[in-house]
């Protein structure tokens, strides 16, 4: 809580801004009156109101607190500082190799929400049975520069092809147990239907076309999948 000239307590919200959004905001660091509870998708939109190049700068940038990357869903409370975070000289990426666990919910929460009426997510798990055989693991390997790049482009040829307002994948990488998460994929539009179509076009571009390889462990030995006859 702060107060203004010594009497009336105002809730604020401070905003410390890199690069061009303090070009635009005039200043490193600002304060808004602030509704505790209030989210992070909540004030991109706040910021989006300003108009001009700020409809784009609130849409792409970024948001942390303490040196951590806030999701959409996170709720700002009054006396906090904020970073406003555009996007770096090689853009935001929206896709990523993972050699940890996936979260649950990781890829939709990282979505930009602006214009998004409809988010459709594939989540591909380890499962415990291929073609008759029980499986006990599988292992996930890349040549990590290439794969990289591709899921980039297959993500902007979603987003050109489908009318997207943000798309987001991630892949494991290493060994993974049964269960597992081995890829997420969110697709969020302005209609269902844009989001479903993008979501199946984008899990099947990434196995026809990104260089990760799967190699298959059962009771009867391991072997890498279509690589060998």
């Known amino acids: 809580m702060r107060t203004t ?13 890199f690069a061009a959004a303090r070009d635009l905001a005039g200043t490193d660091s600002e304060q808004l009156e602030w509704q505790d509870g209030t989210t992070v998708a909540q004030l991109r939109k706040i910021l989006a109101k300003r108009g001009g190049k700020w ?4 849409r792409h940038s970024r948001f942390a607190r303490d040196d951590e990357f806030l999701f959409e869903a996170e709720e700002l409370y009054s006396g906090e ?5 555009p996007p770096a000289a090689g853009g935001s990426p929206r896709a990523t190799l993972q050699h940890t666990p996936i979260a649950p919910g990781a890829t939709e929460q990282a979505l930009t929400l602006v214009g998004v009426g409809g988010i459709a997510t594939f989540v591909g798990t380890v499962r415990d049975h291929n073609l ?3 499986i006990t693991q599988l292992e996930y390997t890349a040549y990590e520069p290439m794969a990289q790049k591709e899921m980039e482009r297959i993500c902007g040829e979603a987003i050109e092809r489908f009318g997207l307002g943000d798309v987001r994948v991630i892949h494991r990488l290493g060994v993974l147990q049964v269960g597992e998460v081995a890829v997420s994929i969110a697709c969020g539009a302005a209609h269902r239907k844009a989001a479903f179509d993008a979501c199946q076009f984008v899990i099947d571009e990434l196995k026809a076309r990104v260089p990760i390889w799967k190699k298959e462990t059962s009771a009867d030995g391991s072997e890498w999948l279509n690589s060998t006859p």
């Open 5 to 17: 000239h010594g009497t009336t307590p105002t809730s604020t919200l401070t905003l410390r801004h």
């Open 55 to 58: 409809q784009h700068l609130a």
């Open 81 to 85: 500082e904020i970073l406003v975070l």
């Open 132 to 134: 008759g055989k029980a």
